[in-house]
């Protein structure tokens, strides 16, 4: 349990979860792997959620997930030196950068603190959402475009290899993951969402129908999944199921059970990454 509190609470998972899909993009699109990218890709997005966690941490007495806020109170230290090497990180890579992809990260990182960070106007439990929180699509909306940006289209872009019909439908793929990690986390966060006066996607269209959109998407990507390897003769997108599986398991299981325990979201974090694992060894083992 430690470790997994570490994991999660620490957001070193999001930071795994980053690089990996950035690594599997690279290996799908059969270029050479850049690890200054995937090194950029993973701290800007660890440096974001890190600062976000820490900068919006109420009180352990007034949080409603006490345990974390707790476990980051309690570990400041760690947390500062994990800041500070998200942000050297960052900076040092970011002049790999072309121009384009600074805009691009510039843009999203603006919306990002605009939408998580920045207090304008803070929601008050019991009434409406304000500002951006107003949109109930939003959130999940937004973390689609990010995260597709940041770990398909980015190192698409800096390697040349945007303008590519595998692309497009990778995109989709991407979107679906994403989306549907989203809506497991949403759902989790029902309750607290609405005390938060956070108006969510899955708090919307409610518990039920939530699940069914993720039954849905998980299996609109077998089916993806499917057409891409047929129409790139791609032999190894079979690898790309264990995530759409797992997804369509986890669903499940939340679906039975309302509580889960820490382990089980950190599983559905690093579920973005067993592709990567799978074709990585099959791609170094070819060397």
């Not at 949080?63 to 500062?80: M, T």
Request: proline content about 5%; hydrophobic content about 50%.
């Amino acid at each position: 349990m430690p470790l997994i509190r570490f994991m999660l609470y620490s957001e070193i998972s999001v930071a795994l979860c980053a690089l990996g899909l950035g690594a599997l993009g690279q290996l799908m699109l059969k270029s050479q792997v850049d690890w200054a990218i995937l090194g950029l890709i993973s701290s800007t997005t660890f440096l974001f959620y890190t600062a976000e966690r820490n900068l919006t941490r109420p009180e352990p007495e007034q949080a409603i997930f006490p345990e974390k806020s707790r476990w980051l109170a309690d570990h400041r230290g760690i947390n500062l030196g994990l800041l500070l090497g998200g942000a050297l990180f960052s900076i040092a890579l970011t002049p790999r950068l072309s121009f384009s992809n600074l805009l691009g990260l510039g843009g999203f990182g603006v919306f990002a603190v605009c939408y998580s960070i920045i207090p304008f106007p803070r929601s008050v439990p019991g009434q409406p959402p304000l500002g951006l929180k107003r949109f109930s699509w939003l959130k999940s909306f937004s973390m689609v475009l990010v995260w597709t940006y940041m770990t398909l289209l980015l190192p698409a872009l800096e390697i040349g290899n945007f303008l590519r019909a595998e692309l497009l439908v990778l995109g989709l793929i991407w979107v679906g993951w994403i989306f549907g990690n989203s809506l497991l986390f949403d759902i989790r966060d029902l309750e607290v969402d609405r005390l938060q006066g956070c108006l969510t996607l899955a708090a919307k269209l409610g518990r039920r129908k939530a699940h069914q959109l993720i039954y849905f998407l998980g299996f609109f990507e077998l089916a993806l999944i499917l057409v891409y390897g047929q129409l790139f003769n791609e032999p190894w997108s079979w690898v790309m199921m264990f995530t759409s599986l797992a997804f369509l398991v986890f669903n499940r299981l939340s679906e039975k059970r309302e509580t889960l325990g820490l382990g089980f979201y950190t599983l559905a974090d690093l579920t973005l990454i067993l592709p990567t694992l799978v074709l990585g060894l099959q791609y170094y083992s070819s060397l």
